[in-house]
């Protein structure tokens, strides 16, 4: 069974406030991964500070998607700074986005709103199990839109015990 992961983390942003512990986090998800997960190396790809870019995460999930079949596991790992934007379509009030090393308001290429990540998922073939790990603000909404049939996300509620 393939795995495959896209781990990006961005301490150092072009004009946007810095953090601290994202590329840490990286380094602790590439050995999760390996130790824990039996992922190998040459099946992660790690993108940190100035890679982290429009182009290199849509290349990344087009990496994630090819040849991906039933039973193998994708993850994406993204860890830094988020936000929201209002929504551009009547889907939701506002959007939640991830903030890319470039982040600037006016260039809507700079950051990829919860629209844009449900998209680059489509990349993803049905089968594969895609696990997707958004460590920043207004992350909790992030992914709540995507297709529940696809992924089948929706469980049955627990009976209550008599």
């Known amino acids: 069974m393939p795995n495959k992961a896209l781990i990006a983390g961005i301490n150092n942003y ?31 790809r790690t993108l940190t500070d100035g890679d ?3 182009d290199a995460i849509i290349d990344g ?8 079949e039933a039973g193998d596991r994708l993850v994406f790992h993204f860890s830094g700074h988020g936000s929201f934007i209002p929504s551009d379509d009547d889907d939701e009030t506002d959007d939640e986005l991830i903030c890319l090393w470039d982040m600037d308001w006016g260039d809507p290429n700079s950051f990829m709103r ?8 489509e990349i993803i ?8 790990v958004l460590d920043c603000c207004h992350s909790g909404t992030g992914t709540r839109a995507f297709s529940a049939a696809r992924y089948s996300l929706r469980r049955p509620r627990r009976q209550s015990r008599e």
């Open 114 to 121: 919860d629209d844009d990540l449900r998209d680059l998922t």
């Open 61 to 68: 999930f087009n990496w994630l998607g090819e040849d991906a």
């Open 125 to 132: 073939p049905t089968g594969p199990r895609l696990t997707m």
């Open 14 to 44: 072009k004009s946007i406030s810095g953090l601290n512990g994202c590329l840490t986090d990286v380094k602790n998800m590439e050995r999760l991964l390996r130790e824990s997960f039996g992922f190998e190396s040459p099946s992660i």
């Open 52 to 54: 982290v870019v429009w």
